[in-house]
């Protein structure tokens, strides 16, 4: 078998699944091939195992407990696995081949390649990660079962970023799916307010493993409440037909644009704006987002002056990314909610207007490979609003021009109503 064979085979192994893929790389290099005839032992309980051993083809019988009723239990298929190194614990039995079977074997002196502190790096503790790669690290805490948190530093609005539940989620569908099949579409939905501070379980079900594709639902769970449901489909890299009819506008090049913090800046010192907004923008809490932005087109609008529905400006992650194209895609969907929805309300703004936005679907087309430590053009338009909700699609280019994702949002839009006046007594 070629590497790239194996490291498709180790992809469906549900115990590598947490694992980032450039382990998974190293174990396809280190594994032995071992074959057997019906009726070998495998292993004895009374011998040391050389290894953790993963079925490839055919099936093996654990021959202990015997007095088990339901035998079915116990036969071992492929993708199964055995042998030391799994965890703590080590549990010897008679392993039986049951017909001709063939195992690939991981040596006991690699089972440290098991072990990792991040489901996205083999090489790099979690805390020296960038921000964003911290937001999306999860917790595996059982077999398609992970955690998530809501970190100190993270964008967060008084409830769970959206942008948040969508990486994660997405990262946690990403990890139960053969490393080569990667995400190409997913749709989203938001039912219910998360809180910032207690974790987010994330539940996925595998609705299909097929050769090419995989589909996958995950829920999002607080408090015992579904709040949040995405559908992925991912797909196996393969040759076909390339074209590409939409054009990157006409912008200005990143490295000439203002950073977030140098247009606070300007805008606390801006004498065209009002004193009272200065104020307002001097005196706000400022935390930096783990995505650092620049729009093509800075001006002097503040939140209640109407403008056109649409806007583009680059963005990127702060700080170098791992390799994993999984995690540059989740990395994407994070950012890709960071301003969206607001794009309906531009031409509807006006002095003293209070609102609510909240989004209700996301949906995102993966068309290329990128990387979202490079900079990516997100050129977004509201073609419409109507009653309480507004639509808004969105491209993202790379600098060479290619459109590498497409995406939708609908978004619930509100006024917000008036606190109702206080009731004070009359004597």
Same mark, same amino acid.
């Given at each position: 078998?070629?590497?790239?064979?194996?490291?498709?085979?180790?992809?469906?192994?549900?115990?590598? &699944?947490?694992?980032?893929?450039?382990?998974?790389?190293?174990?396809?290099?280190?594994?032995?091939?071992?074959? @057997?005839?019906?009726? $070998? +032992?495998?292993?004895?309980?009374?011998?040391?195992?050389?290894?953790? #051993?993963?079925?490839?083809?055919?099936?093996? /019988?654990?021959?202990?407990?015997?007095?088990?009723?339901? !035998?079915?239990?116990?036969?071992?298929?492929? @993708?199964?696995?055995?042998?030391?190194?799994?965890?703590?614990?080590?549990?010897?039995?008679?392993?039986?081949?049951?017909?001709?079977?063939?195992?690939?074997?991981?040596?006991?002196?690699?089972?440290?390649?098991?072990?990792?502190?991040?489901? *996205?790096?083999?090489?790099?503790?979690?805390?020296?990660?960038?921000?964003?790669?911290?937001?999306?690290?999860?917790?595996?805490?059982?077999?398609?079962?992970?955690?998530?948190?809501?970190?100190?530093?993270?964008?967060?609005?008084?409830?769970?970023?959206?942008?948040?539940?969508?990486?994660?989620?997405?990262?946690?569908?990403?990890?139960?799916?053969?490393?080569?099949?990667?995400?190409?579409?997913?749709?989203? #939905?938001?039912?219910?307010?998360?809180?910032?501070?207690?974790?987010?379980?994330?539940?996925?079900?595998?609705?299909?493993?097929?050769?090419?594709?995989?589909?996958?639902?995950?829920?999002?769970?607080?408090?015992?409440?579904?709040?949040? =449901?995405?559908?992925?489909?991912? /797909?196996?890299? &393969?040759?076909?037909?390339?074209? &590409?009819?939409?054009?990157?506008?006409?912008?200005?090049?990143?490295?000439?644009?203002?950073?977030?913090?140098?247009?606070?800046?300007?805008? =606390?010192?801006?004498?065209?704006?009002?004193?009272?907004?200065?104020?307002?923008?001097?005196?706000?809490?400022?935390?930096? *987002?783990?995505?650092?932005?620049?729009?093509?087109?800075?001006?002097?609008?503040?939140?209640?002056?109407?403008?056109?529905?649409?806007? !583009? @400006?680059?963005?990127?992650?702060?700080?170098?990314?791992?390799?994993?194209?999984?995690?540059?895609?989740?990395?994407?969907?994070?950012?890709?909610?960071?301003?969206?929805?607001?794009?309906?309300?531009?031409?509807?703004?006006?002095?003293?207007?209070?609102?609510?936005?909240?989004?209700?679907?996301?949906? =995102? *087309?993966?068309?290329?490979?990128?990387?979202?430590? $490079?900079?990516?053009? +997100?050129?977004?338009?509201?073609?419409?609003?109507?009653?309480? !909700?507004?639509?808004?699609?969105?491209?993202?280019?790379?600098?060479?021009?290619?459109?590498?994702?497409?995406?939708? &949002?609908?978004?619930?839009?509100?006024?917000? !109503?008036?606190?109702?006046?206080?009731?004070?007594?009359?004597?």
């Amino acid at each position: 078998m070629n590497t790239e064979s194996v490291v498709e085979f180790l992809g469906n192994v549900p115990l590598l &699944q947490k694992l980032p893929g450039s382990s998974l790389r190293k174990i396809a290099e280190v594994v032995v091939l071992k074959r @057997y005839v019906k009726g $070998d +032992y495998v292993v004895r309980e009374d011998q040391a195992w050389d290894g953790c #051993y993963f079925i490839l083809e055919g099936e093996a /019988q654990v021959s202990e407990p015997a007095e088990e009723e339901n !035998r079915s239990e116990f036969l071992l298929k492929r @993708y199964d696995y055995f042998g030391h190194g799994i965890s703590g614990h080590v549990y010897s039995a008679d392993i039986v081949a049951m017909s001709e079977l063939t195992c690939l074997v991981l040596p006991s002196g690699h089972c440290r390649l098991l072990e990792t502190n991040s489901i *996205w790096q083999s090489d790099t503790a979690v805390e020296k990660c960038s921000l964003v790669e911290r937001i999306l690290q999860l917790d595996p805490l059982e077999l398609n079962i992970f955690r998530g948190i809501t970190l100190p530093d993270a964008p967060k609005f008084g409830k769970v970023f959206g942008g948040q539940f969508v990486g994660q989620a997405l990262a946690a569908a990403s990890k139960t799916v053969d490393f080569l099949k990667i995400v190409h579409s997913l749709h989203s #939905y938001f039912l219910l307010v998360g809180d910032i501070d207690i974790p987010i379980i994330y539940q996925v079900h595998r609705i299909r493993d097929g050769n090419n594709f995989a589909t996958r639902r995950v829920d999002a769970v607080q408090k015992g409440n579904v709040i949040f =449901i995405l559908f992925a489909s991912f /797909q196996k890299e &393969q040759p076909g037909f390339d074209h &590409q009819e939409s054009i990157m506008p006409s912008v200005p090049d990143p490295d000439t644009l203002l950073s977030l913090e140098e247009l606070r800046e300007r805008r =606390i010192t801006d004498p065209h704006l009002p004193r009272s907004y200065r104020n307002k923008v001097a005196t706000a809490n400022f935390v930096p *987002w783990p995505i650092e932005i620049r729009f093509c087109e800075p001006n002097n609008s503040t939140n209640q002056t109407p403008s056109p529905p649409r806007l !583009r @400006y680059w963005f990127r992650a702060k700080g170098k990314l791992s390799d994993d194209q999984a995690l540059h895609r989740c990395v994407v969907a994070f950012a890709s909610d960071l301003i969206f929805a607001g794009v309906s309300l531009n031409p509807h703004r006006r002095k003293g207007l209070r609102s609510s936005a909240l989004s209700l679907d996301h949906a =995102i *087309w993966f068309h290329r490979p990128l990387r979202a430590d $490079d900079w990516l053009l +997100y050129v977004t338009v509201s073609p419409t609003a109507h009653a309480t !909700r507004g639509f808004v699609t969105g491209q993202m280019f790379n600098r060479k021009g290619e459109l590498v994702v497409s995406l939708t &949002q609908e978004t619930l839009l509100r006024e917000a !109503r008036p606190p109702k006046p206080s009731i004070t007594s009359k004597l």
